[in-house]
């Protein structure tokens, strides 16, 4: 399975901004579609956005206008940047792959924590 290391997580204040990043390993990491999730204290995992191979995207409702999901194939890794962050956004963040056919194809990392926080 693919392997995948997160990070760019920190302390931010409400309204401000941070990028995530999940770098992966092997060279199947251009026909993945990539999601990233987060998960908050007591709370189920959660997808937040995604982003097909051919780079389509798609956003929970509650972060629509504030995130973007990108991918740069070339460094095999993607992207999360995130802006007018909320203290509601605060959770581990964490990438995961999919194949073509929606059949996981990695395996999770060990996520990187976001606090919003004055």
């Known amino acids: 399975q693919v392997q995948l290391v997160e990070s760019g997580g920190g302390l931010v204040q409400p309204g401000g901004s941070l990028r995530l990043s999940c770098a992966a390993s092997?060279?199947?990491?251009?026909?993945?579609?990539m999601g990233w999730y987060r998960q908050a204290p007591g709370k189920q995992r959660e997808l937040v956005a995604a982003i097909t191979a051919g780079g389509n995207t798609n956003y929970a409702d509650s972060v629509k206008g504030r995130f973007t999901i990108s991918r740069d194939n070339a460094k095999n890794t993607v992207y999360l940047q995130m802006n007018s962050l909320k203290h509601e956004d605060t959770a581990v963040y964490y990438c995961?792959?999919?194949?073509?056919?929606?059949?996981?194809?990695?395996?999770w990392g060990q996520g990187t924590q976001v606090t919003v926080s004055s």
């Open positions: 995961y792959g999919f194949n073509s056919r929606l059949v996981p194809a990695t395996s």
């Open positions: 092997g060279s199947v990491f251009r026909s993945l579609v």
